[in-house]
């Protein structure tokens, strides 16, 4: 066995170890975060924003003890949302009074229970990038309780060659469009303009080291130097003209995966993160940094097709985003397996091969890591929190407190 595989053999004996104190065998998938992983990434990344904040990215982490737990580390402060009904439950629950929806909404109901309390109201900051969002809202609530703080989305995007590199996200780019935006919301009566978004996604969420893919890294990493150039021209080339109009609560920007590129930029005032907690197999490639995986799936074997395959029931949970290999869930512990090239992660079965296949027996658990953060919680009601060899809680994600955003 290469010695690289040793530590996985440690880690799902040791998650074997502390699921086996529970009362009963939870069912299948069991989900699972090592807290002593996810309280290592938190420290880093706050030692990577090298004393600026970090909003927490909820869609990122789904589980609001999770959410509490990063919160209470000093350097995280307030909530990028996903949505405007998940923030507003967030703020109901007691989870943070900071909260940034990171999209645009068209959710009137939504906006009209914002309106409705003045208390929300000053907690909750919409995100826009067109008047078409400003007359939504409005028309949604016409006399809010309190005026609706707002901030303004701007891409952030790589320019080059006529090219746009990066997430298809605001239509605004240049700083007289965010100017003319700016004025609109600040002469509307009922909105505040409190802040700006810039998401560098080409950065943050692109990895640049993958052993196979040496030339793409390559690539990737003059990609991100070039937009990393780009962009602080242009945002404070913004900052210099909304500045003359009015003075912003903050400047959002980055990601788990550009902390360090992020903070150096004098016009971003606060990073955002989530995936950096958790770690899913998205992340283990990049250069600036080496995360610990902390978030984890169990399925049980339940056929052994071949002294060569081992199966385990279900499994099928695939990832957003372009389809492809890297969007699949990965064996992760015990070493030395892989899923098959025909029937890949399945709904109701996955076939693993690989040298590690023959050591498994009916009823063993294999552990997975997903490919992104926050979605695996999608797939079950509660999470196991480890820490050593136990189960300190078990808490529920968000569809076990009956939510799905």
């Given at each position: 066995?290469?010695?690289?595989?040793?530590?996985?053999?440690?880690?799902?004996?040791?998650?074997?170890?502390?699921?086996?104190?529970?009362?009963?065998?939870?069912?299948?998938?069991?989900?699972?975060?090592?807290?002593?992983?996810?309280?290592?990434?938190?420290?880093?990344?706050?030692?990577?924003?090298?004393?600026?904040?970090?909003?927490?990215?909820?869609?990122?982490?789904?589980?609001?003890?999770?959410?509490?737990?990063a919160?209470?580390?000093?350097?995280?402060?307030?909530?990028?949302?996903?949505?405007?009904?998940?923030?507003?439950?967030?703020?109901?629950?007691?989870?943070?009074?900071?909260?940034?929806?990171?999209?645009?909404?068209?959710?009137?109901?939504?906006?009209?229970?914002?309106?409705?309390?003045?208390?929300?109201?000053?907690?909750?900051?919409?995100m826009?990038?067109?008047?078409?969002?400003?007359?939504l809202?409005?028309?949604?609530?016409?006399?809010?309780?309190?005026?609706?703080?707002?901030?303004?989305?701007?891409?952030?995007?790589?320019?080059?060659?006529?090219?746009?590199?990066?997430?298809?996200?605001?239509?605004?780019?240049?700083?007289?469009?965010?100017?003319?935006?700016?004025?609109?919301?600040?002469?509307?009566?009922?909105?505040?303009?409190?802040?700006i978004?810039?998401?560098?996604?080409?950065?943050?969420?692109?990895?640049?080291?993958?052993?196979?893919?040496?030339?793409?890294?390559?690539?990737?990493?003059?990609?991100?130097?070039?937009?990393?150039?780009?962009?602080?021209?242009?945002?404070?080339?913004?900052?210099?003209?909304?500045?003359?109009?009015?003075?912003?609560?903050?400047?959002?920007?980055?990601?788990?995966?550009?902390?360090?590129?992020?903070?150096?930029?004098?016009?971003?005032?606060?990073?955002?993160?989530?995936?950096?907690?958790?770690?899913?197999?998205?992340?283990?490639?990049y250069?600036?940094?080496?995360?610990?995986?902390?978030?984890?799936?169990g399925?049980?074997?339940?056929?052994?097709?071949?002294?060569?395959?081992?199966?385990?029931?279900?499994?099928?949970?695939?990832?957003?985003?372009?389809?492809?290999?890297?969007?699949?869930?990965?064996?992760?512990?015990?070493?030395?397996?892989?899923?098959?090239?025909?029937?890949?992660?399945?709904?109701?079965?996955?076939?693993?091969?690989?040298?590690?296949?023959?050591?498994?027996?009916?009823?063993?658990?294999?552990?997975?890591?997903?490919?992104?953060?926050?979605?695996?919680?999608e797939?079950g009601?509660?999470?196991?929190?480890?820490?050593?060899?136990?189960?300190?809680?078990?808490?529920?994600?968000?569809?076990?407190?009956?939510?799905?955003?």
């Open positions: 066995m290469p010695p690289a595989d040793l530590p996985r053999d440690a880690l799902g004996a040791r998650l074997d170890a502390a699921v086996a104190t529970l009362p009963e065998p939870p069912p299948t998938p069991v989900l699972v975060v090592d807290l002593d992983a996810f309280d290592t990434n938190a420290d880093d990344l706050v030692r990577r924003a090298a004393g600026k904040p970090l909003r927490l990215a909820s869609k990122s982490v789904r589980v609001p003890a999770l959410l509490r737990r919160l209470e580390h000093d350097g995280f402060s307030g909530i990028l949302a996903f949505t405007l009904r998940e923030a507003l439950w967030l703020h109901e629950e007691g989870v943070s009074d900071d909260l940034v929806v990171a999209y645009p909404t068209v959710d009137r109901p939504a906006v009209a229970a914002l309106g409705s309390s003045a208390a929300a109201a000053g907690a909750v900051t919409l826009v990038d067109d008047v078409a969002h400003l007359d809202v409005a028309a949604a609530c016409p006399s809010p309780a309190a005026p609706f703080r707002v901030a303004i989305d701007v891409d952030a995007g790589l320019r080059v060659g006529g090219q746009h590199v990066g997430p298809k996200r605001s239509p605004l780019y240049d700083p007289g469009a965010v100017v003319d935006l700016a004025r609109e919301v600040l002469r509307r009566p009922g909105f505040r303009l409190v802040g978004m810039t998401y560098e996604g080409q950065i943050a969420g692109v990895p640049d080291e993958v052993p196979s893919r040496r030339a793409r890294s390559m690539l990737v990493r003059r990609l991100k130097s070039a937009s990393i150039t780009q962009l602080e021209t242009r945002r404070a080339e913004i900052a210099a003209a909304i500045g003359g109009l009015v003075d912003l609560e903050f400047w959002n920007a980055g990601g788990s995966g550009s902390v360090e590129t992020t903070t150096l930029d004098p016009a971003v005032t606060e990073v955002a993160a989530g995936s950096g907690l958790l770690v899913p197999t998205l992340f283990d490639h250069q600036s940094f080496r995360p610990r995986p902390a978030a984890f799936f399925l049980r074997v339940v056929r052994r097709p071949s002294p060569q395959v081992a199966t385990v029931h279900g499994g099928g949970f695939v990832a957003s985003g372009a389809a492809g290999k890297d969007r699949l869930p990965s064996p992760w512990a015990p070493s030395g397996l892989h899923l098959t090239g025909l029937e890949g992660a399945g709904e109701v079965q996955t076939p693993l091969t690989g040298p590690g296949a023959a050591r498994l027996r009916i009823g063993d658990t294999v552990w997975f890591r997903h490919a992104k953060s926050g979605e695996l919680f797939h009601t509660e999470v196991h929190l480890v820490s050593g060899e136990a189960v300190t809680a078990t808490v529920p994600t968000y569809r076990g407190c009956g939510r799905s955003f």
